[in-house]
């Protein structure tokens, strides 16, 4: 446990304390390696070099290219079938505007219309998730606030959406207050996980989607799903801070959630004329090889208009590339899941 309850001490003395501790945890952590994290069970080999050696960059960054993307290994049935169950997924980075709620809200959507059963938890207290799905917030009862702090039952929050096959647990503004209140209480970094418990059966997927920023709300999604997927916008400086992230994800795994595994890596806003597009790619395909999606998302102005609307790019402009790259990333998601999920 990285941090525990102590009798007697505030929030703003328990925050420092969680700050403190994070802190020491990644100056004690070297950069992470794919290989530290485990391998989950998809039987993605992802053979690469790691800049893990001391006086190295944190940036992840191999020294040389290693990685051979060959065919990507088709799913095997599983071996022993275990029953089929949701696979729950958080949409990571705690970087802000690198495409987190556009690829949460969209996934969401193409697997839906996929006629995959889905819950998308909004885990941001700006709820763009939950506004890009056109919920409208003032007129909510419950959220996710009151599955988190209050622990009111997940189903109290489920919503319908537009779209069938999806429901959504919304966030609302009380949220930012949710990592505060959550500071002292107990079992803090279970709250979701606890939410989640038992409640997932009638879903093949949920995904949350994170605030930017590796606080608690972070480490709950962390604590309570199978694996992150990770999206990197192709911009300067892409992969920096993806270190502090991998470390996060080792601590968690150490302590609250041994199962946590990286599910994929998407590329975002990628505009295939630019070298530093194509530069961010080859990067990221070093560091993280078979596990980055093939499917990139470009940059389209569609994505951006159609959260005022209200609506998934799938509702506001089917034949769009944005649409269209969403949908083929629902597409290749379902092919890698598909040993693990119903459907
Ligand atoms: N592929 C894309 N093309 C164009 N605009 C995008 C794309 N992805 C995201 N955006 C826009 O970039 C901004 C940040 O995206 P968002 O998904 O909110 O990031 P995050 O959730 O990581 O903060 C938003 O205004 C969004 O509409
Ligand atoms: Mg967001």
Same mark, same amino acid.
């Given at each position: 446990m990285i941090h525990e309850e102590r009798a007697g001490e505030n929030v703003g003395e328990a925050r420092a304390r969680l700050e403190r501790e994070l802190e020491r945890a990644f100056a004690e952590d070297p950069p992470v390696s794919l290989d530290d994290l485990g391998r989950p069970a998809s039987g993605a080999d992802v053979s690469r070099e790691t800049s893990s050696r001391e006086g190295e960059p =944190? =940036?992840? /960054? =191999?020294?040389? @290219?290693? #990685?051979? /993307?060959?065919? @990507?290994k088709t799913a095997e049935p599983a071996p022993e079938a275990k029953p089929a169950r949701a696979r729950v997924l958080a949409i990571v980075n705690q970087k802000g505007g690198v495409g987190k709620t556009t690829t949460a809200v969209n996934l969401a959507a193409c697997l839906a219309v996929a006629e995959r059963r889905t819950l &998308?938890? +909004?885990? +941001?207290?700006?709820?763009?998730? #939950?506004?890009g799905l056109g919920i409208d917030k003032g007129a909510l009862e419950s959220s996710v606030y009151d599955v988190l702090v209050g622990e009111q039952p997940l189903r109290s *929050?489920? @919503?319908p959406t537009a779209i069938p096959y999806l429901e959504i647990v919304p966030a609302t503004v009380d949220l930012f207050g949710a990592e505060i209140e959550l500071v002292s209480a107990i079992g803090r970094e279970h709250r979701l996980?606890? =939410? !989640?418990?038992?409640?997932?059966?009638?879903?093949?997927?949920?995904?949350? +989607?994170?605030?930017?920023?590796?606080?608690?709300?972070?480490?709950?999604?962390?604590?309570?799903?199978?694996?992150? &997927?990770?999206?990197?916008?192709? %911009?300067?400086?892409?992969l920096e801070g993806l270190s502090?992230?991998?470390? #996060?994800?080792?601590?968690?795994?150490k302590s609250l959630n041994p199962g946590l595994g990286i599910e994929g890596v998407l590329l975002t806003m990628y505009d295939q004329r630019l070298n530093l597009a194509r530069q961010v790619q080859e990067e990221a395909v070093e560091y993280f090889g %078979?596990?980055?999606? +093939?499917?990139?998302?470009? @940059?389209?102005? /569609?994505?951006?208009? *159609?959260?005022?609307?209200?609506?998934?790019?799938? !509702?506001y402009d089917i034949l769009s590339a944005g649409a269209v790259s969403y949908m083929k990333l629902a597409e290749e998601l379902i092919e890698r899941c598909r040993p693990r999920v119903r459907g």
């Open positions: =944190a =940036a992840p /960054r =191999a020294p040389k @290219r290693k #990685t051979k /993307r060959g065919p @990507r &998308l938890i +909004d885990l +941001d207290p700006q709820g763009n998730a #939950t506004s *929050a489920i @919503r996980a606890n =939410a !989640l418990e038992g409640q997932t059966t009638d879903y093949q997927y949920v995904l949350v +989607d994170c605030p930017p920023s590796l606080g608690l709300l972070t480490v709950n999604a962390l604590t309570a799903v199978d694996a992150v &997927l990770i999206p990197i916008q192709c %911009e300067y400086y892409a502090q992230l991998l470390g #996060t994800i080792r601590i968690v795994q %078979e596990k980055v999606y +093939d499917t990139v998302i470009p @940059r389209n102005v /569609r994505l951006s208009e *159609a959260p005022s609307f209200g609506q998934p790019v799938i !509702l």
